[in-house]
Each structure stands twice: as structure tokens, then as C-alpha cells.
């Protein structure tokens, strides 16, 4: 499990174990066999190479094993611990015994290059070795605590799935370190931000797999003392005490992580000031900073507060003021959607409400399967809703997805998540069975009244809203509340089954219907949900999207490539409110997925200067052309050119 809170007092709702619930076919099945066969032994290359990432290279320096430098980035460390949870879940669902085998190799190694005192933070060793200067807890900017954070997720992962204790027996040490470090804090009135906070999530885990009280005491301890951080930055969430934030501000990823975190301690112990924060701060999110991909932190470089001079910060890839969300510049960094998905996920098990999993089947639908290309092994660090042929500035990422890029903490941790996915497919309480995330699946089930027997679930979801859920080798029948979330956008469908068969309608929409089944034998509900095509408007405050639109079909954003259409270029279209879309079956490196085509007008530019700041405003007309849509997260496998989400629409009476 990624968050085992079967005995958490404030969770309403509980995972079920990952290794009991399986893909069987569609899109997730397709996207957790390409993260097996072929993400996960492309990034074990990329850390095992000396050449290009050093991490595991470093490890070898500390643990004796080979002579050198330090080299990489600072939290390789941490990436590889977001690998090594891929690789343990790829290898005990594929029953991979050579891949199991190294797995354990790994744990070895790291267990040696750990220190006495159980610190391991592999700059840190080999520069206290050398005497470069390099020195512990020295620049936060060194993420020290953040490959904790990592290691002792990892760990748990590894314990609940295999039964050792080797890398739990490691990550004990570490919080041991951990400890001490916090208790001198608390002495001195000398606390240092960990950047990038993991280990709140980290400690609660520890806590959850061990029973130990001191991992959770440790957590609440480490989210306690951020509040006395001098100087502290809207960077890390920290220039104001946790429990006066009303607003989602600051480094994307840096603040999902912390409202992660709190979550997290929120699902342990009782604490109404930290939830009324997350409410603040999750509206903020998603009623004016959240993009219609699922996409967070949308600028390069940001100031906050925004406008005002006098307390003015720069910040890195941030959330902007509320309604900015430029296109072509969008940031989104990866690290922070999936920081989203962990967020939600642990929200929606302090209160299950559709909401949380319409959010997180939205990022991990769109932005997060965006960020890796089809075959498996180019990543986007960064995912834009619009790319140009050419741009007159430079941005710090390519435009297009890469092997290998120096900051690799986006692959590793949309590794983990893509394979760890089937966990958003179900969580239970008491005799319930709620569904997250749809897609073609089995999932063995026990519930407290002694029920036991295989959930089937059957859908070619998300590109068909037809769902149909059976029970197989029952052990144990008896009464079961299956509670189907109806998603946000499904405006009509039908419900059919256990005694229940009616139309849905716009009521039940972000809500969860429970179906009572009496008869895990016979067990037959078919939930559909009709797909029909929308187009979707974005607040007027939205500056970027005024008087555009986008497409969306069922959970999926579309988007078009210029490969797709016969117009010039993407911004001579315009959307055609009365274009009929016909769903077609398409391919690209060979996976299926549902296009749309339609035709829609393209308007003629003849004497139009492109390169132009101004000019006089000359209409010849518009006329009609072919153009195919395609999901979101499809793009950016086929030819470069022009991709758009957002066209603006010719209204006509």
C-alpha cells in the first residue's frame, strides 16, 4: 500500500493492498506494461551509468566499492529511492525474479554507504571525506531531508510488499538521525526549511508500517517546527506559520508536498486548524490556479505576493496570482501534478467526496501521462498547453520530451506513480467498496463483515463510459455497498443493476451513488456514463483564454497537432460550435486511443504580416477544413510542430 491506513482513526476510507488489484486491459494496463518493460530498465540505465546521472555511482563511492568525486544532482539520491518503488512494484506484479534479485543488490549497497549515525546523504559523505567543504545540513538547496523523505517511503513500500526488513532496517537509522537533528533544533531555536518537505509523508509512513509512536511524534514535530524558520520564503511555504496559510502560493511542488504531508497527519491525529488550511488552500487550487490538464505552477519564475513591491520574493516554478495561466510558457512541472495526485488521494481518505478523485483522475489522466512519451522513455520536465514552431525567448526546458535531463526527478516519480497506479483504483470502509479511478481491472476484496471474493471490473474507460462491475471466486457472500463516483463532467448516463435502474442526471454529478449488492454471486452493475463531446470555457479572469475554448471528452483533455490538420498553422482555426465530431479509432506508435474529427474553420490570412506587433485588422473570410483531436497526453510522438488545447470560436447566430 502507498498509504496503509487501515488502522488510521481519521481515515473514513482505506486502500486496498496494490498487489491485489491489477490492470487487466485499456489504457492503464498498456500504460503499467510500458512503465515495466520499458521505463523502469531505461531509468535503472540512466542511474546506473557512471557517465550520465552518477547516482548509483555515488552510492558505490560512499559504501567503498569505488574511488571519485561526487557528481549529479543533489537529490539523485532521492530519485533513485522514487525508482527503487517502481522497480519493487514492477517486479513483485510481473513476478520479475532477475529485477527482484537486483532490487535487493540496491539495498545492500545503500546500507553500506550509510554512516554510523545513520545519516546518508551521499554529497555530504564523500565531501566530509575530501574535505571539500561540503559539510551536513550545511545549504538547503542540498536536499538532505528530501532523499530521506524518499528512502523511507521506499522502504515501506518494500516491507509491505516483500516481508524483510533490510531497507526499513536502513531507513530506521536515518530517522534515527533524523531525531536527534529535530531535538537539537528545538533546543537552539535553530531550524533550517527541508526543502521539498518528503519526509512528512515519509515519517507518517514509518509510523504506519512500524506502529512505532516515535516516527508519528517525529512527523508532527517536523511539520511544527517550519513555524520557526527566521526569514522564512513564500518559496517554501514557510514566511508565514502553517496555520495562518489561506492561500496556495509559492513553489508548485514544494507546497503539494507539505499539504501532502499534513494530510497525512491529519489522517493520524485530530487537528481542526490543519484542516480548515487544507480547505483554504485546496480551493485556491482548484477554483483559480489549477489548468484544465490537471497541470500546478504555472510560471518559470514568479513574485509573490504579486504587485506589490515592497514584499516582493522571486520563486521558482510557481503558483502565479489567482487566474494566471499562460500556455505557452506554462511551467507545470511534473513533479508537481503527481505531488497533486498525492495530495487528493489523501484528502479524499480523510472525506470521500467525488471531488478529490475528479482532480486526480484529471492530472494523472492529462498532465501526468503527458509527461511520458508512449514508447516509455522521453519525459517532459515541464508541460506546456501550447507549443509554437519557434519562439523569440528561450525557456530553460526543450520544447520536446527528453532521454535524459539534468533535473531527473520528474521519471522516477511519474515511474512510481504509473505503477503504483491500480492503488486510485479502490479503497473500502466497513462494507463498502469505493471506486477511484476507472479502468479495466480485478481486485481481491475483504470487508469487515466477512465478504470476500474478486471485483471485476470491465470498460475500455476512459474512451468509452460504459462500466460494468462482477464478482468472481466469492469466498465469503455477503452484502456489499459498491459506491460508484460519478464524475463532474458526466451530465446524463445510466445506472443498472442490484435493484437499481435509472437515469443519472446533472444532480448526481460529483457525487458517489451506493449501490447495495445482496448477491456477490449474480452481481451485475452497469454504470454508464454518456461521453458526449464538451467544449469548455475558462473564467473571463483567465486572460490567456479569452474567447477560446477547449474540447474534452469524457475524463480526457484534446488537444491538435499541426500533423493533424491541413491549415497553415493551428492559430488560423477557429472552433465551429455547430461541428459535429465523430469518435475514430487511431494509433500512434502503436496504441489505440479514441481521436476525434470534425471539420472546423480556418479563417484566410492572405496579407496578414505574422511577425508584426500591429497592423490593421483585413477579413477575407473563413472556409472549412479537416482537423483531428487527439488526447492531451498523446502528443508529442509524432512529427515537431504547433500543438494547441485552447482555439478561439467563431460564433456565428
Not at 156 to 170: E, M, P
Not at 488 to 494: K, L
Not at 559 to 578: F, G, P, Q, R, W
Request: glycine fraction near 8%; hydrophobic fraction near 35%; aromatic fraction near 12%.
Amino acid at each position: 500500500m502507498l498509504t496503509d491506513t487501515t488502522r488510521s482513526p481519521y481515515a473514513k476510507v482505506h486502500a486496498l493492498d496494490g498487489m491485489k488489484v491489477k490492470w487487466t486491459g485499456g489504457l492503464w494496463k498498456e500504460r503499467f506494461d510500458t512503465c515495466a518493460n520499458s521505463t523502469v530498465p531505461q531509468l535503472k540505465h540512466m542511474f546506473d551509468s557512471k557517465d550520465i546521472s552518477h547516482v548509483v555511482e555515488n552510492f558505490k563511492i560512499c559504501a567503498g566499492d569505488a574511488q571519485g568525486d561526487f557528481d549529479g544532482t543533489v537529490f539523485g539520491d532521492g530519485d533513485f529511492y522514487k525508482w527503487m518503488e517502481s522497480a519493487i512494484y514492477t517486479a513483485y506484479q510481473t513476478d520479475n525474479q532477475l529485477l527482484k534479485d537486483e532490487i535487493e543488490k540496491y539495498i545492500d549497497l545503500i546500507g553500506r554507504a550509510q554512516q554510523p549515525d545513520g545519516y546518508l546523504s551521499t554529497k555530504q559523505i564523500i565531501g566530509e571525506r575530501s574535505g571539500n567543504g561540503v559539510s551536513r545540513m550545511g545549504d538547503i538547496n542540498d536536499f538532505e531531508v528530501y532523499n530521506f523523505g524518499h528512502m523511507f517511503t521506499a522502504a515501506c513500500v518494500h516491507k509491505r510488499i516483500t516481508g524483510k526488513d533490510s531497507f526499513l532496517a536502513i531507513a530506521a537509522r536515518t530517522a534515527d538521525y533524523l531525531e536527534h537533528l529535530y531535538e537539537e533544533a528545538e533546543r537552539t531555536g535553530e531550524v533550517q526549511t527541508a526543502v521539498c518537505p518528503s519526509h512528512y509523508m515519509g515519517l507518517v509512513e514509518m509510523y504506519r508500517t512500524t506502529g512505532e509512536e516515535r516516527y508519528l511524534k517525529l512527523a508532527k514535530q517536523a511539520i511544527a517546527l517550519r513555524d520557526s524558520v527566521k526569514n522564512g520564503l513564500d518559496d517554501n511555504q514557510d514566511k508565514i506559520p502553517l496555520k495562518q496559510h489561506e492561500k496556495i502560493l509559492g513553489h508548485a511542488v514544494r507546497a503539494n508536498y507539505l499539504y501532502a504531508g499534513v494530510a497525512d497527519l491529519c489522517l493520524e491525529e485530530e487537528d481542526p486548524d490543519y484542516i480548515n488550511v487544507l480547505h483554504k488552500v485546496w480551493r485556491s487550487l482548484v477554483d483559480k490556479k489549477l489548468y484544465i490538464t490537471g497541470g500546478c505552477g504555472a510560471l518559470y519564475n514568479g513574485a509573490s505576493p504579486y504587485g506589490y513591491f515592497f514584499d516582493h520574493q522571486l520563486v521558482h516554478q510557481a503558483y502565479g496570482y489567482e487566474y494566471q495561466l499562460p500556455n505557452i510558457t506554462a511551467y507545470n512541472e511534473t513533479c508537481a501534478s503527481l505531488g497533486g495526485v498525492f495530495w487528493a488521494y489523501r484528502m479524499f481518505q480523510l472525506e470521500p467526496k467525488a471531488e478529490y478523485f475528479d482532480i486526480l483522475e484529471r492530472m494523472m489522466l492529462n498532465t501526468n501521462l503527458a509527461a511520458l512519451s508512449l514508447d516509455g522513455k522521453r519525459f517532459f520536465y515541464e508541460n506546456m498547453l501550447r507549443r509554437a514552431k519557434k519562439l523569440d525567448y528561450k525557456l530553460i526546458w526543450p520544447l520536446t520530451r527528453s532521454e535524459y535531463i539534468l533535473s531527473y526527478c520528474c521519471p522516477p516519480n511519474l515511474a512510481r506513480t504509473i505503477a503504483q497506479s491500480s492503488e486510485y483504483a479502490y479503497l473500502t470502509s466497513d462494507n463498502s467498496v469505493w471506486t477511484g479511478m476507472y479502468g479495466a481491472s480485478e481486485a481481491q476484496v475483504k470487508l469487515e463483515n466477512g465478504g470476500e471474493f474478486t471485483l471485476v471490473q470491465s470498460t475500455d474507460y476512459p474512451f468509452d463510459g460504459a462500466i460494468r462491475f462482477t464478482a468472481k471466486n466469492v469466498k465469503v457472500n455477503a452484502p456489499v455497498h459498491l459506491r460508484l463516483r460519478v464524475p463532474g463532467w458526466a451530465a446524463c448516463g445510466h445506472i443498472k443493476g442490484a435493484g437499481t435502474d435509472r437515469e443519472l442526471t446533472a444532480a448526481d454529478a460529483g457525487t458517489y451513488l451506493d449501490i447495495l449488492v445482496e448477491d456477490l454471486q449474480n452481481m451485475d452493475v452497469q454504470l454508464n456514463l454518456d461521453m458526449k463531446i464538451r467544449y469548455t470555457v475558462a473564467n473571463n479572469m483567465v486572460e490567456e483564454t479569452v474567447g477560446q475554448a477547449a474540447i474534452e471528452r469524457g475524463p480526457l483533455v484534446y488537444c491538435c497537432e499541426s500533423v493533424d490538420t491541413h491549415a497553415s498553422t493551428l492559430d488560423d482555426i477557429y472552433l465551429d460550435l455547430n461541428a459535429e465530431f465523430v469518435p475514430v479509432e487511431f494509433e500512434i506508435e502503436g496504441r489505440k486511443m479514441t481521436a476525434l474529427e470534425t471539420e472546423e474553420y480556418t479563417i484566410d490570412r492572405s496579407e496578414f504580416d505574422r511577425n508584426a506587433l500591429y497592423q490593421p485588422l483585413k477579413y477575407h473570410g473563413m472556409s472549412k477544413k479537416h482537423v483531428r483531436l487527439i488526447p492531451y497526453y498523446a502528443w508529442d510522438n509524432r512529427d515537431y510542430g504547433e500543438m494547441r488545447i485552447w482555439f478561439p470560436i467563431a460564433y456565428t447566430v
